[in-house]
């Protein structure tokens, strides 16, 4: 099995959250792959960006679709940080990503950016929204996509497999057999989130899942443990 260790954020617990020091530092780790988060700025630039306002992660406050482009380029993402662009972080690392897209309008942004830079081998698309992955799919022949969910029972594997999601990412705290038998019965891929503790990856391992995304790079080193 080919087990991925996924970057959350690049490395948030080491790093500013969705900021390209992040994404070089988990490069630089050894991690398999990096999740973002985009949004789209009140002038329609996709932004990496995981709330819907700015006040927790940057020095603005307020919606971040309130704000252009060159506002959000003013304020401090952490350490000195900017609010990237998708288009720079793919510039930044040659790592794989997951981006989680927050809406169908998203959505329509990225697929334009993955037809014209051909990313569908690169980038896998994820969100909670099943109308967000059904409009990439749409937008975007070939396109890998992942439904994510945090609260959740069996239903969630129906929802992945009409959304025409090959993954699912969920949350480790509320996943049971019974929910990956079910998953696997449908041949979807598993992905667990957050992933932080050994307790944590014990049963990732158990559960023999696709992956574990976590917020840091030490979670790799152990990637192998085998409860």
Not at 185 to 209: E, F, G, M
Request: charged fraction near 25%; aromatic fraction near 4%.
């Amino acid at each position: 099995m080919n087990f991925l260790t996924i970057g959350h954020r690049g490395i948030m617990g080491v790093e500013p959250e969705n900021t390209l020091r992040s994404f070089v530092a988990a490069e630089q780790a050894g991690l398999d792959m990096i999740e973002l988060d985009l949004r789209l700025s009140g002038d329609g630039a996709l932004v990496v960006m995981h709330d819907a306002d700015l006040d927790r992660t940057t020095d603005g406050t307020g919606p971040v679709a309130d704000r252009t482009l060159a506002e959000l380029r003013e304020l401090d993402a952490g350490l000195g940080e900017r609010v990237p662009l998708f288009e720079e972080v793919l510039d930044a690392v040659g790592l794989p990503l997951q981006a989680e897209i927050k809406d169908v309008a998203a959505a329509r942004a990225l697929a334009e950016v993955m037809l014209r830079r051909e990313l569908t081998a690169r980038v896998e698309v994820s969100s909670f929204h099943e109308d967000a992955i059904t409009e990439i799919t749409r937008l975007v022949p070939g396109a890998r996509t992942a439904l994510i969910a945090g609260r959740y029972g069996t239903d969630v594997v129906g929802r992945a497999v009409r959304a025409g999601a090959a993954t699912v990412c969920l949350d480790i705290r509320r996943l049971t057999l019974e929910i990956v038998e079910r998953a696997r019965k449908a041949d979807l891929r598993i992905i667990a989130w957050v992933v932080n503790t050994q307790d944590h990856l014990r049963l990732v391992r158990a559960l023999q899942l696709d992956g574990a995304t976590t917020d840091y790079p030490q979670i790799k080193l152990t990637g192998r443990f085998t409860a």
